[in-house]
């Protein structure tokens, strides 16, 4: 691409598509031999080059026959590599299954973007199975976190190839998992918006799973409007229903358990800076303990987390076989636990989220919102943890400690840039609100993402 076009967000774009001022052709180009010449190859993991063009070529036509699709037609999106592609394996970050029978069809959400008009370029990396935090893979490289200064630095997972993208200005936008925190996680690193939709909100149809009881979607991208345009489309809706809301009446909830220890110093310098400014806005700050954080991790300690067990009996017969020998055998370790965790067990995990659920919706007021670091520390450097099992595992935990609170208690939620931590990384807000508040999330967080970016 271009430095006209390198990292411009989906709004800049789309004005130059409208008008007429850049050709849908001439962008997706760009974007190939952008790809194709960066200096980072572990980012896609397929480009759809031939797709990608005759997309271009079919929106152009249409943008130049006055039949626009809409504020997207045109508009590049990468895909993290778990979405079904026609025609192609899905092969979810893991070579065991290169070989794997071709999608006969696209995703839903992937024909649902492509009805409005976006253009598929290519797949993305991630972890394997998409089952770790920290975005690494030893099969298809690990992409490198490009606002990093210093050392190579993660970028986050599990959709780490959806972050890299766009922070290094390759797509305005991948379409990511979230499972414990694989949306938000690798945007708060990477500097971007990261939106982690209500589970159920879109299809999961030709999505490879993890846990189907915690498994969303969501975009990665450079607005908070972006995120609503796209989340409009990805349910097949023309135009968004969201309402940008006024950051007087808004009320934010900060927790004093929990998500806040152990955080960097200067993670919590730039959320705190952050929230005084929302304060400053009109907007209502309370702190309040949430026992169910705490409650969340005893059961998980007690009877194994609900993702793992999930994960288990989604890879048990692959585990058993010749193709564990393959896979990342961090995976394999992490998954494996999941053996562990009795029938009896998984019930009462069940038993108790719904309880969580219900006791933390009636902590919330009707116009209240929770606030808190989306991760704890910035992206840590990528060696130490490449060369140090128990390391990696420390860290994973570490980093989606405060996201997956959000997956376990069926909130939706939105990671907002909020300034740089050590090594200038960047720090992302986690605001969130319970499932199916989709709309009056969206709306809040296009009135604060201005304010909290400052």
């Not at 490198?144 to 210093?150: G, T």
């Not at 609503?228 to 969201?242: I, T």
């Not at 993670?267 to 209502?284: H, P, Y």
Request: charged share 20%.
């Amino acid at each position: 691409m271009t430095q006209t076009h390198l990292g411009r967000s989906i709004a800049q774009l789309s004005v130059l598509i409208q008008s007429g001022s850049l050709d849908p052709v001439t962008l997706i180009e760009e974007t190939l031999d952008a790809i194709r010449a960066h200096e980072d190859q572990a980012i896609f993991t397929r480009l759809l080059e031939e797709r990608a063009k005759e997309e271009a070529a079919a929106s152009s036509k249409r943008l130049r026959e006055g039949r626009s699709r809409g504020l997207l037609d045109g508009i590049p999106v990468a895909w993290k590599d778990l979405f079904a592609i026609a025609g192609l394996p899905t092969t979810a970050g893991s070579i065991v299954l290169a070989d794997a029978v071709p999608a006969q069809e696209d995703a839903d959400v992937v024909k649902a973007l492509h009805a409005a008009g976006m253009i598929a370029v290519g797949r993305v990396n991630m972890s394997e199975f998409a089952f770790s935090g920290l975005g690494l893979n030893p099969h298809y490289g690990t992409p490198l976190n490009p606002r990093a200064s210093d050392v190579a630095r993660i970028p986050g997972g599990s959709s780490s190839g959806s972050a890299v993208a766009v922070a290094a200005g390759l797509v305005p936008v991948s379409i990511g998992t979230d499972t414990g925190g694989s949306v938000r996680i690798p945007s708060a690193f990477n500097g971007l918006v990261g939106y982690k939709a209500s589970r159920g909100r879109y299809s999961m149809g030709g999505v490879f799973p993890l846990a189907t009881s915690l498994d969303s979607l969501g975009p990665l991208c450079r607005s908070v409007q972006d995120a609503v345009w796209v989340d409009a489309a990805m349910r097949g809706h023309l135009v968004p229903e969201v309402i940008r809301a006024s950051p007087v009446g808004l009320s934010v909830v900060v927790p004093t358990n929990l998500v806040m220890d152990d955080v960097e110093d200067g993670v919590v310098q730039a959320f705190e800076a952050a929230i005084a400014r929302l304060s400053a806005a009109g907007v209502t700050v309370r702190r309040a303990a949430f026992p169910a954080f705490d409650a969340l991790f005893q059961v998980m300690a007690e009877h194994g987390p609900l993702v793992t067990a999930e994960a288990f009996a989604l890879h048990h017969r692959r585990l058993a076989g010749p193709e564990a020998e393959r896979m990342d055998q961090r995976v394999v370790a992490r998954t494996r636990l999941g053996e562990k965790i009795t029938l009896v067990g998984y019930l009462e995990i069940l038993k108790v989220r719904e309880q969580l659920i219900r006791d933390v919706a009636g902590m919330l007021g009707p116009n209240e919102f929770v606030a808190y670091p989306s991760v704890a520390h910035v992206a840590p450097a990528l060696a130490p943890l490449e060369a140090d099992d128990e390391l990696f595992v420390k860290v994973n935990f570490k980093t989606l400690r405060n996201t997956l609170i959000g997956n376990f208690l069926d909130w939706c939620g939105v990671s907002l840039p909020c300034g740089t931590g050590d090594a200038g990384m960047p720090v992302g807000l986690l605001l969130s609100a319970p499932k199916n508040q989709d709309e009056r999330l969206l709306a809040a967080a296009l009135a604060l993402e201005g304010i909290v970016a400052e």
